[in-house]
C-alpha cells in the first residue's frame, strides 16, 4: 500500500513562496502524529516542522520559524507545509513523516518517532 506520498516540490528562486503536500491514502491521520523532515546534499535528515494533531500548536525549526507554516486536513487525510521567503538553504529533499496510531509526543522532532515516511519531494531554490 501507498502510505504517505509528497508532492509540490520544484525548482523556485530565493524569495519564492511553495505550498507542499503529504497525502496519506493509507492512513486515518485522526490519531497520528505528522510531522515535515527535509535532507540536503551532504547533510543528515533534519526536523522541519510538526503539527502532532489536527488541532495542536505546530512545531518548528528555528532554521524555518516565521517563514514556514505547517497544517493539515485530516478529513482530506492531507497535511500541507506552507513555504514562503525560500532561501537556497532550504534545497532539500522534504518528507512527510506519520506516526503510529496512538503515539505519545515525547518527541516530535525525532526521527524514531515516526514509521510511516513518504518517498520525499525535491525542492531547489537558487539564488
Known amino acids: 500500500q501507498v502510505y504517505v506520498e509528497e508532492s509540490g516540490g520544484g525548482l523556485m528562486q530565493a524569495g519564492d513562496s511553495l505550498r507542499l503536500s503529504c497525502v496519506t491514502p493509507g492512513l486515518n491521520l485522526d490519531s497520528r502524529g505528522m510531522a515535515w523532515f527535509r535532507q540536503a546534499p551532504g547533510k543528515d535528515r533534519e526536523f522541519v516542522a510538526s503539527?502532532?494533531?489536527?488541532?495542536?500548536?505546530?512545531v518548528y525549526a528555528d532554521s524555518v520559524k516565521g517563514r514556514f507554516t505547517v497544517s493539515r486536513d485530516n478529513a482530506k487525510k492531507t497535511g500541507y507545509l506552507q513555504m514562503n521567503s525560500l532561501k537556497p538553504e532550504d534545497t532539500a529533499l522534504y518528507y512527510c513523516?506519520?506516526?503510529?496510531?496512538?503515539?505519545?509526543?515525547?518527541?516530535?522532532?525525532?526521527?524514531?518517532?515516526?514509521?510511516?515516511w513518504g518517498p520525499g519531494t525535491q525542492v531547489t531554490v537558487s539564488s
Open positions: 513523516a506519520v506516526s503510529k496510531r496512538d503515539t505519545i509526543a515525547s518527541d516530535p522532532a525525532a526521527r524514531r518517532t515516526y514509521t510511516y
Open positions: 503539527l502532532w494533531r489536527e488541532t495542536d500548536s505546530p
